[in-house]
């Protein structure tokens, strides 16, 4: 056998008591004492001299959190002391009836108020871990709670669980209890990363930490976000423990173990109730999800003394929120139609009492959740309500399915006007094709008309555009137009004075200038500098209105899918309607007068970038360049009539003054554009 020099082995073990530490502090108490890098740093240090001197590698290493094989199965193990389970309560008075129980077994008044240990029952998986001479020998699941399944590789690999305890002082045989549990954060990026992966999403934070402990390859549940907080002891040999619960879980958290920060000892039952309230009131800013509040008797003599009955301790009682997942039928389905067109799934449920409240409806957010869940008209379905989130069916009992259950089909006409319904490739949402002729989407389109980059009426804000909808003043967007005086007076907190305003706002308005109109319309991915571009690439709306696909990718800035939702837009003959009636309302604008080439200012110069721009990218001072008819080229030479050099520039800098080439920074370039800019 080698011998080592002393100093290996106690750089070793003090590489490994520093990084137990600091593990500690940041999985354990939330409160990290080192950067990571600095943690990355010692760990591949004890690492490297662990690989140089492998007998020196033992199992509670924090090298050794992920090893070994996959398994081929779990093995069964038998719990020493059986792990119970608990009663309920689900009101105050079954909470009362358990104080009354206690205080009759234990011989008390009822006015000696017991002391109770509070803490949130996690909603996770309950384990043992078994430790002797304080390094972590078993995990194992609670199954049916005398044997359950041999889960040691998988829990070794939660960050949590200490693989050694910290101090000393432990009983030889020390078995930890607790509740193994995804975070609501760790939950929710596990499932967005799941769903982009096409893979199947948890239905719940308790469902992904049972599916994680399951897994035969540890490597697995290394990857998944998994937390464990201790909640009691089983088997203690040579040893002993404090004489409170609330203490022992105050020893087992100096050990090094986690424990619930909200854990406290109160005084009688009504302290209790008293701290449920209170909790339940945070329960959705909690970083985990908690199905209710576990009462203790703190004494453990008291405890002793009340025992068991079947599966249940006397001594303890679980007071349970609002269930927040439910079964119901799905009824219906019918769909919405938002602001912005989207056609929407909305679940219409047999009604159920869910997380507190009465639940008939549910989203089902767009036609790739529909196929996701593969759910049914008339399936039996688990609808889920967490705090103020809009209720989900999260899942679909298949089993219960009726012959007669129908597909979910998508329309197709607009339930709410009769346009089409298009579902773009790689969108999730399907939309209304209607536009501004769809009732839903009028509202927010005659917003945006009149909107300070489009139309500009002043006077005209959103909830007066919701009132003159609401009340049938307009109906289309040209009824704008013919508003009355009278009648617009008349409405509420609107006189004499600010309806002739907002009338002369929207004669005003009549003039207008094409880009600003095209913009208005709201048509989908064309903004203000879209419209301007199409704009000086047609130079007519009866231009732009005939183009096909193919034209209208030729305009610089316009792609395939602006191109598409131009081209749909003006193929529907209720927007060609809406369209024809503003301009028939008077809408007008000066005729737009292309340059011919001649015409261009730049015609004819060539013009060189260089160096870094900082308002706008090489494209598109290129673009904006080539759009007042210069040409630009990417070398400095005799031809070159002007340079525009950003900061960095070098040898073409050089090279043009050498030349005596005209050299213009960048704001001086801006300014030509916005002398230009005004031939639009
Ligand atoms: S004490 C004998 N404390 O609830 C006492 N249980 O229905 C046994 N649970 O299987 C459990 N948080 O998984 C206790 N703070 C907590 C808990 C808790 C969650 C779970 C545990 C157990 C179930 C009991």
């Given at each position: 056998m080698k011998t080592h020099s002393p100093t290996v082995e106690q750089q070793i073990e003090s590489l490994r008591s520093t990084l137990q530490s600091h593990n500690h502090r940041y999985y354990v108490l939330d409160d990290p004492s080192v950067p990571d890098a600095e943690y990355d740093r010692l760990f591949q240090q004890l690492k490297s001299l662990e690989q140089q001197f492998p007998e020196l590698v033992v199992p509670d290493s924090p090298t050794q959190r992920v090893g070994g094989m996959a398994l081929e199965g779990f093995s069964q193990i038998t719990h020493e002391m059986p792990m119970l389970s608990l009663d309920n309560a689900f009101n105050e008075s079954d909470m009362q009836d358990f104080d009354r129980r206690v205080h009759e077994r234990l011989g008390l008044?009822?006015?000696?108020p017991v002391v109770y240990g509070c803490e949130p029952k996690l909603d996770g998986i309950a384990v043992s871990l078994l430790y002797r001479n304080g390094i972590l020998e078993r995990g194992a699941t609670r199954g049916d709670g005398s044997t359950g399944e041999d889960i040691t590789l998988n829990v070794r690999t939660i960050p949590s669980i200490p693989l050694r305890l910290l101090g000393g002082d432990w009983p030889l045989v020390l078995e930890v209890r607790g509740e193994i549990y995804m975070p609501k954060q760790g939950f929710q990026s596990f499932n967005e990363r799941a769903l982009k992966q096409g893979e199947k999403p948890f239905v719940n934070p308790r469902n992904a930490a049972a599916g994680s402990l399951r897994q035969l390859d540890p490597k697995i549940t290394a990857r998944r976000p998994l937390e464990m907080c201790a909640y009691s002891v089983g088997l203690v040999e040579q040893g002993s423990l404090p004489e409170s619960h609330t203490e022992i879980l105050l020893q087992l958290q100096q050990w090094g173990l986690k424990i619930n920060p909200e854990m406290k000892a109160v005084e009688g039952v009504a302290a209790c109730l008293e701290y449920y309230l209170q909790l339940s009131e945070r329960r959705n800013q909690l970083p985990y999800e908690i199905d209710g509040i576990v009462f203790k008797v703190n004494d453990i003599l008291q405890q002793r003394k009340l025992g068991f009955v079947s599966r249940a301790p006397r001594w303890a009682i679980a007071h349970k929120f609002p269930a927040q997942e439910e079964m119901t039928i799905l009824e219906d389905v019918e769909f919405q139609v938002g602001r912005t067109g989207a056609v929407t799934p909305v679940a219409r449920l047999k009604p159920v009492f869910v997380g507190g409240v009465t639940v008939s409806n549910a989203t089902l957010h767009n036609m790739d959740e529909v196929e996701r869940l593969d759910v049914r008209i008339g399936d039996s379905v688990i609808i889920r309500r967490a705090g103020d989130v809009i209720p989900q069916?999260?899942?679909?009992?298949l089993e219960q399915r009726p012959v007669d259950a129908k597909i979910v089909e998508l329309p197709s006409d607009c339930p709410v006007c009769g346009a089409l319904v298009e579902r773009i490739e790689g969108e999730a949402a399907a939309r209304c094709s209607?536009?501004?002729?769809?009732g839903a989407q009028r509202k927010e389109a005659i917003k945006h008309y009149v909107s300070r980059k489009a139309?500009?009426?002043?006077?005209?804000g959103d909830k007066l555009v919701e009132l003159l909808v609401d009340n049938g003043q307009i109906k289309q967007l040209y009824d704008l137009y013919s508003l009355e005086h009278p009648k617009v007076a008349g409405l509420?907190?609107?006189g004499d004075k600010s309806a002739e305003n907002l009338l002369q706002a929207i004669e005003k308005s009549r003039f207008t200038t094409l880009p600003r109109f095209l913009y208005g319309l709201g048509i989908r991915e064309v903004g203000e500098t879209t419209a301007k571009s199409l704009v000086r690439y047609f130079g007519s709306l009866e231009a732009i209105r005939e183009a096909d696909e193919e034209q209208l990718q030729a305009v610089p800035d316009v792609g395939p899918i602006v191109a598409h939702h131009v081209r749909v837009f003006f193929q529907q003959p209720h927007n060609l309607e809406i369209l024809d009636g503003l301009i028939a309302a008077g809408v007008h604008w000066p005729v737009v007068e292309l340059p011919t080439v001649d015409q261009?200012?730049?015609?004819?110069k060539t013009y060189v970038l260089t160096g870094t721009l900082e308002t706008l990218t090489r494209g598109e001072a290129k673009e904006k360049l080539e759009q007042l008819g210069a040409k630009v080229s990417g070398s400095v030479s005799k031809k070159t009539d002007c340079l525009v050099a950003g900061p960095g520039a070098g040898s073409k800098l050089t090279k043009a003054q050498g030349l005596g080439i005209d050299v213009i920074d960048e704001p001086q370039l801006l300014k030509i554009f916005e002398d230009y800019a005004e031939a639009f």
């Open positions: 008044d009822l006015d000696q069916i999260v899942s679909v009992i209607g536009g501004l002729s769809c139309m500009d009426i002043d006077g005209l509420e907190r609107m261009q200012p730049l015609n004819g």
